[in-house]
C-alpha cells in the first residue's frame, strides 16, 4: 500500500502559538484524509477528517488539503499544553473505505 | 457510553506461547479493525472484520496470526507461538457503518514477548 509520509519532529512550542503539522500522500486516489491525536501510552483519538476536496475547521483546529502538492495540513491556533501529543495523519487507502494508511506520527510539546 | 474496550491491557509471553487479544466493539457497532504499532512505526492494518465474517485481513502476517469476531462476544487477535517481534501494540478500532472516516480506537493491548 502507498505510504503517508509525516514530519517526524519533535515539535516544542511555547503556550499561545500556532502548530503547523503537515504529511504527504502518495495516492491521488484517496477519498478521506483523518487526523488523531495519540496522548502516550493511549489509542488514538479521531481529531478530525477531511474529505478529499475541501478544508474544515472545528474549534482551534483547521485541516487543509492541497491537492495539487499532495500535502495536508493539521493548524492548531492558540495551542495549549493539553495538546502535547503525537498527532498521526492518515488516509483511506486509496479509497478503500475502511484501511487506514498511518503516517509515524509527530510528537508535539506545548510548553506553558 | 463506553468506548472500545480491549484487554488486557498489558500481556507479557515467553516466545513459543500463545497470545489472546480481546475487543469490544462501540455500542452498536459491528465493524472491527486490528492494527499493530510496532516501535518507532506507525500504525499497520492488520484484519478488518464484521460479525463473524472475515472481511479484509490482508495485512495479516500468513502464519500464527488469526482473527475472529463471533456473533456473541468480543473479536479474538490470535497469535500462536509468539515471537519477540511479535512485541508491539495492538490496537482494535471499531465503527458503524465501516467507514474510513469514523473509527474509533481502544487504549491498545502492549504485548511483551520475552
Known amino acids: 500500500q502507498k505510504e503517508v509520509e509525516q514530519d517526524p519532529g519533535p515539535l516544542s512550542v511555547p503556550e499561545g502559538a500556532i502548530v503547523s503539522l503537515n504529511c504527504t500522500y502518495s495516492?491521488?486516489?484517496?477519498?478521506?484524509f483523518m487526523w488523531y491525536r495519540q496522548y502516550s501510552r493511549k489509542g488514538p483519538e479521531l481529531l478530525m477528517y477531511t474529505y478529499s476536496s475541501g478544508n474544515k475547521e472545528d474549534g482551534r483546529f483547521t485541516a487543509q488539503v492541497d491537492k495539487s502538492s499532495k500535502y495536508i495540513s493539521l493548524f492548531i491556533r492558540d495551542s495549549q499544553p493539553s495538546d502535547s501529543a503525537t498527532y498521526l495523519c492518515?488516509?483511506?487507502?486509496?479509497?478503500?473505505?475502511?484501511?487506514?494508511?498511518f503516517g509515524k506520527g509527530t510528537l508535539l510539546t506545548v510548553n506553558p | 457510553n463506553a468506548g472500545v474496550m480491549q484487554n488486557p491491557r498489558h500481556l507479557v509471553r515467553r516466545r513459543g506461547q500463545e497470545a489472546r487479544l480481546r475487543c469490544s466493539p462501540m455500542k452498536g457497532h459491528s465493524h472491527v479493525y486490528w492494527y499493530r504499532q510496532l516501535p518507532e512505526e506507525g500504525l499497520k492494518f492488520m484484519v478488518y472484520l464484521q460479525k463473524e465474517n472475515i472481511i479484509d485481513e490482508s495485512g495479516m502476517p500468513k502464519e500464527r496470526f488469526s482473527a475472529e469476531f463471533p456473533k456473541e462476544g468480543p473479536s479474538i487477535l490470535r497469535i500462536q507461538q509468539v515471537v519477540r517481534g511479535d512485541s508491539a501494540a495492538y490496537f482494535c478500532?471499531?465503527?458503524?457503518?465501516?467507514?474510513?472516516?469514523?473509527?474509533?480506537f481502544g487504549p491498545g493491548t502492549r504485548l511483551t514477548v520475552l
Open positions: 478500532a471499531s465503527s458503524l457503518n465501516g467507514q474510513a472516516n469514523e473509527q474509533f
Open positions: 495516492n491521488s486516489a484517496f477519498q478521506y
Open positions: 492518515a488516509d483511506d487507502s486509496g479509497g478503500s473505505n475502511y484501511k487506514l494508511t
